[in-house]
């Protein structure tokens, strides 16, 4: 068990370790939660909690929601991190974090004044679910046709299908009237992080070349839909990003179909495929030497026979 955890990526492992601490902080001691978490009410003026839009979506209040999201970095971390580096997986998933955050106020203070009800500035908004889904999201745009789950065939669950899986059971759960606030967290967590992988994030193809977003069709937005549903959303997704472009947010990319082999092309693909299978292999690899190794040191010494 220790030649696993060791072996697991150093931010992945502070992460998980960040919201098991801040579950029992906020536990022990109750202030910390309220002064941490996000209320709308206490984020604006006149009481400007303004750094709840960073913290909230790093503590964790509940039990069930720290189980779930340590483990879903667990299955996740060792996959992105070791892709992307330590820097660019704490960045992607705090800018996830952040945005969300305050795409959530922005409802929060949108919706109160027509509904008239206290909660909306009085809920608290905390939780890794923003940052859970945007993985989700990464797991989806790297290893799209990979199985996670069970070893059995036919009984695991192809990472492309995560993030709307993930998506509804967030809403089957708000239906059962359990807390609004991760649903909201999930939405726009899939939404800012696709955004962001889409359009934003810088990687280095070829050891110089700088690339920009992922524009690769397997990653537009129909695609987290089933087929039937994909050509409506094609159209929806089309009109938001014309919008986009119109306000200069997009204005490098080209949403045409040529453009996924001149952003982001095959070979650069079966690259970081190629490159992630690598690392795995060497965790592996790491792993059984330091089993064996310990096996060996608690094994007892042999006594040679007599003849």
């Known amino acids: 068990m220790r030649a696993q955890f060791d072996s697991l990526p150093v931010r992945t492992r502070t992460l998980c370790g960040v919201l098991l601490v801040s ?3 906020c536990r022990l001691l109750p202030f910390l939660g309220n002064l941490l978490a996000m209320a709308p009410g206490l984020t604006i003026p006149p009481n400007f909690y303004v750094w709840n839009v960073l913290t909230a979506g790093f503590i964790e209040l509940h ?51 027509m509904s008239n009800q206290e909660r909306w500035l009085t809920s608290r908004f905390a939780g890794f679910a923003a940052g859970a889904a945007g993985l989700t999201v990464a797991l989806k745009q790297l290893f799209p046709d990979q199985e996670f789950g069970l070893d ?15 998506l509804s059971l967030h809403i089957v759960l708000f ?66 990003f014309a919008v986009f472009k119109a306000c200069n947010c997009c204005k490098n990319v080209d949403m045409s179909q040529d453009a996924p082999r001149t952003q982001n092309s095959d070979g650069d693909a079966e690259r970081r495929r190629a490159k992630a299978l690598r690392s795995l292999d060497q965790r592996i690899q790491e792993q059984e030497f330091h089993v064996q190794a310990q096996a060996d040191i608690t094994s007892p010494h042999q006594s040679p026979a007599v003849v």
């Open 23 to 25: 579950y029992v902080l």
């Open 175 to 240: 239906v059962l009237k359990f807390p609004f606030h991760n649903l909201l967290y999930t939405f726009f967590g899939i939404m800012v992080s696709w955004t962001y992988l889409r359009f934003y994030q810088v990687k280095i193809s070829d050891g110089t070349r700088k690339v920009v977003g992922d524009m690769n069709e397997s990653f537009s937005f129909s695609s987290f839909f089933p087929e039937k549903a994909a050509p409506f959303v094609q159209v929806l997704a089309n009109t938001v």
């Open 152 to 166: 059995q065939p036919k009984l695991g669950v192809r990472a492309k299908h995560f993030p709307l899986m993930l």
């Open 63 to 113: 039990l069930p929601s720290v189980v779930f999201h340590c483990a879903l970095l667990l299955l996740m971390g060792p996959k992105l991190e070791p892709m992307w580096g330590s820097v660019e997986f704490v960045r992607f998933v705090t800018v996830t974090n952040v945005l969300t955050n305050l795409f959530t106020l922005a409802v929060m203070i949108f919706v109160y004044p």
